[in-house]
């Protein structure tokens, strides 16, 4: 996906260990999200940031906490993973200041696969 | 009830069939309406996109908005193979936020 890159793609973690997970872009753009989707509940916002060190919470933060410190990189931070957040996590990215309706559009990473024993 | 309904399937239809997709929305103040393809273990990826009411036409895509029904659909004409993936609504007032539907499967059969 060009201009967006999360890392890792995969990632198997124990229960009660902290996983971070990376997003990077290269876009320039001033929001940033992270959703995790999982079968019959579609995409679900986790946090999102509008700005560097300017972040808020989706409808599904509890457990995860995120940080911004640059405009290129939105990290999310499971504090003590539990096998709930097994799931499959994407970051995306926008700039609704641009001009047109294309500029609402959200462009997504090609997710991390996250499982949680 | 979520603020945008989408019917999650699966759908099943023949190569060269007709495809209907479709979401309900309950916010009239929705301006912007998109759709995305997810095809399997990747990003949802920008299919099309529309302002307000009215039809937009791209290719074999055929995006269509009735704001007095709060209902929009995707019409995909001549199906093929290379189609089957998840198509997700979304749409926004106009700013950051995109509400989505939750996904409709479809697999188009050789």
């Known amino acids: 996906d060009a201009g967006i890159t999360q890392s890792p793609r995969h990632k198997v973690t124990e229960t009660g260990t902290p996983v971070t997970l990376r997003c990077h872009q290269t876009?320039?753009?001033?929001?940033m999200y992270w959703y995790r989707q999982d079968p019959g509940h579609g995409l679900r916002l986790i946090h999102y940031?509008?700005?560097?060190?300017?972040?808020d919470k989706g409808e599904v933060s509890d457990g995860y906490s995120v940080s911004r410190s640059k405009t290129e990189d939105f990290l999310l931070t499971l504090e003590s993973a539990t096998s709930s957040q097994t799931s499959v996590y994407f970051c995306?990215?926008?700039?609704?200041?641009?001009?047109?309706?294309?500029?609402?559009?959200?462009?997504f990473g090609s997710g991390t696969r996250l499982t949680v024993v | 009830q979520k603020e945008v309904e989408q019917d999650p399937g699966p759908l099943s239809v023949p190569e060269g069939a007709i495809v209907s997709l479709n979401c309900t929305y309950s916010?009239?103040?929705?301006?912007?309406f998109m759709w995305y393809r997810q095809y399997s273990r990747k990003g949802p990826e920008l299919l099309m996109y529309?302002?307000?009411?009215g039809n937009k036409e791209d290719g074999r895509f055929t995006a269509q908005v009735d704001k007095s029904s709060k209902y929009i659909s995707l019409f995909i004409r001549d199906s093929q193979p290379s189609d089957s993936a998840t198509y997700l609504c979304?749409?926004?007032?106009?700013?950051?936020?995109?509400?989505f539907g939750a996904g409709t499967t479809v697999t188009v059969r050789a």
């Open positions: 979304a749409m926004t007032l106009n700013d950051y936020k995109l509400s």
């Open positions: 529309t302002y307000s009411s």
């Open positions: 876009e320039n753009h001033r929001y």
């Open positions: 916010n009239s103040a929705f301006q912007y």
């Open positions: 940031s509008y700005g560097v060190k300017d972040t």
């Open positions: 995306a990215i926008s700039d609704p200041t641009g001009q047109g309706a294309l500029s609402l559009g959200y462009t």
